[in-house]
């Protein structure tokens, strides 16, 4: 169904892909310093998720509108941007809050604290995020191979789903290890703090990089 050699090239190229450190990268590592390795996973599943999503899009043709059109690719970027900069406002706000508990009594922050919409908020910071979406029109059609039997509707549909398939490891993975590094700032009380204002930072961060 697909050539064999574009299919090994492709799945090399996906895992060095997803190796790179990057915005999606930040993000799994600034969910697991805040909420620990479940949120990581949740964060990693909903990536994967938005890569799902990206697929369908490039395959009926939204991605080849998105590259087209100058209003509808800004207008995608800033939508991203303002979800990110609010989700690193509102992790900032929970740290004040959180300060503010501590300073009425001695008690340990609770580091582990559940977000039920991690999975959601990381698809979405995928979703809506326009280079993605530009990287499967330009990077999937590469090693889609005409000759086939196969329709080229149908190829980019099977690459465009292996993408994700292959960087959800490389994703826990540096959950994992993000986890291992939170692991030692959690044993000290204040740390989760600091933790949730870098976290914040982090995501606002990763909103101004968008833009740029």
């Known amino acids: ?92 706000k ?30 979405m910071t995928e979703v809506l995020n326009p280079k993605v979406a530009l990287f499967f029109i330009a990077f999937i059609p590469q090693f889609v191979d005409t000759s086939l039997d196969a329709s080229t509707t149908l190829q980019l549909a099977i690459f465009g789903l292996l993408y994700p398939i292959l960087a959800f490891p490389i994703d826990c993975a540096y959950v994992y290890g993000g986890d291992k590094i939170a692991g030692y700032f959690r044993a000290h009380p204040q740390a989760p703090i600091w933790i949730d204002r870098i976290s914040g930072a982090i995501f606002i961060a990763l909103a101004i990089n968008l833009l740029l």
């Open 94 to 123: 929970d740290t004040l809050a959180s300060q503010s508990s501590n300073d009425q009594q001695d008690e340990q922050v609770d580091t582990t604290k559940p977000n039920k919409n991690v999975t959601f908020q990381a698809m």
């Open 1 to 92: 169904m697909l050539n064999p050699e574009y299919l090994i090239s492709f799945a090399v190229a996906s895992l060095v892909i997803a190796v790179a450190p990057g915005p999606s990268n930040a993000f799994l590592m600034a969910q697991t310093f805040t909420n620990g390795k479940s949120a990581g996973l949740q964060s990693a599943l909903g990536f994967a998720l938005g890569g799902v999503v990206h697929t369908l899009f490039a395959v009926i043709g939204l991605s080849a509108i998105l590259k087209a059109s100058e209003t509808a690719y800004s207008t995608v970027q800033y939508l991203g941007a303002a979800y990110l900069a609010y989700l690193g406002i509102m992790t900032l």
